[in-house]
């Protein structure tokens, strides 16, 4: 049984291990809320999953120690069990999807775990982690379906409510569901009136539609940046915390969350992985009912996103928040025209990063050519006022 009890002890034997984090105040998130971000992006190992690794494996029996242990992950649980192992001197073996990104896995293996690498997705790693459990022996630590795990997830929430003690709304990333059941429990147990939202990607809602139909579904595929959260199934236990202390979970889309991670370094200094990203990017885009007036603590989960993910998202976080423009221009083919083009851009402010001029295409006048530019730009206003004065100098703008 999951009792505040046993999350008070696992903050206590958690102290050993893991550093404090902060709840941040980002007054730039949503100007109809006061937010504030819990850290632990900032944890050791990069995610609050050490916490729940840690303090499941601190009450393993000395039996179950010396068999070793085995887990499987998106990555950031994986480094978590890798690191706890270490520290009680136990052999740990981890399974990852081929996916993984380089970096967690490389981060893994730094801890002395040794690494699998499983075709397919967590799912996938799940059974296999189950298949050499069952064949050699070891200790399966489960990545969020586990009393022990999810006690030691829910020392986050005594943090936050002590550090915040009039949060009105606490917003969770969801993937299987071992994090908010941790801090809902929690939290409900100690605050019943603060509000526990969670957030899974779009395009893997797992919980959302298990809860919809309040039994728990298997997803047939998920798509998501946010690898951590990409889970096809919620757990047995989880699903059941969340039906009782959860007070809503809703969705946000991959381009949303590219928008917060944006946002997390450029107004907060702050790296987010994509799970970590999805509480901000619920508050920033509304998804979260009743903001308004309301002091808000998002979760920011973990910051191990890997270098080349990071730098197509921030591609498609300046797309979504009107940072960037791709403008296709068709063009007489006469001198003066890239001219004319290049004063009204630089008059507005625009910067012009990239430009490319084609002479022949089949869908244009033989007398014409097409220029493609894209540019660096301050906002969707600053996008319309640029295309409508191209416009009425005559240009005609061939993509939207």
Known sequence: MLTLDKVFNASNVLKEVIRPTSCINAPHVNPDCTTYLKTENLQ???????RGAYYKISQLSEEEK??????????????????AAAKNGIKSIICLPDGAPISKVEATKSYGAEVCLVPGVYDDAYEEALRQRDEHGYTFI????????????GTIGLEILNDVTDADIIVVPVGGGGLISGVAFTVKQLKPQVKV??????????????????????????????????????GEHTFEYCKQYVDKIVTVTDDEVSSAILHLIEKQKLIAEGAGAVSVAAVMFNKIPDLKGKKVVCLVSGG???????????KRGLLKS????????????????????????????GNVVSIHHERASEDSDITDCLLRLVLETRNYDHIR????????????IVNK
């Open 44 to 50: 050791v190992t990069g995610s609050f999953k050490v």
């Open 66 to 83: 010396a068999h070793g242990v085995i887990a499987c992950s998106a990555g950031n649980h994986a480094q978590g069990v890798a690191l």
């Open 142 to 153: 489960h990545p969020f379906d586990d009393e022990n795990v999810i006690a030691g997830q």
């Open 197 to 234: 939202y969670g957030v899974q990607a779009e395009g893997a809602p797992s919980m959302v539609e298990s809860l919809a139909e309040d039994q728990i579904k298997c997803l047939e595929s998920v798509h998501t940046i946010a690898d951590g959260i990409k889970v096809k199934e919620p």
């Open 304 to 314: 191990n996103i890997d270098v080349t993910i990071l730098s197509r998202v921030i």
């Open 322 to 349: 009107g940072r960037s423009d791709t403008l296709t221009i068709q063009l007489e083919d006469k001198p003066g025209q890239l001219k004319g083009v290049s004063a009204i851009i630089s008059d507005l402010g």
């Open 385 to 396: 006022d640029i295309r409508t004065a191209l416009t009425k100098a005559g240009f005609k």
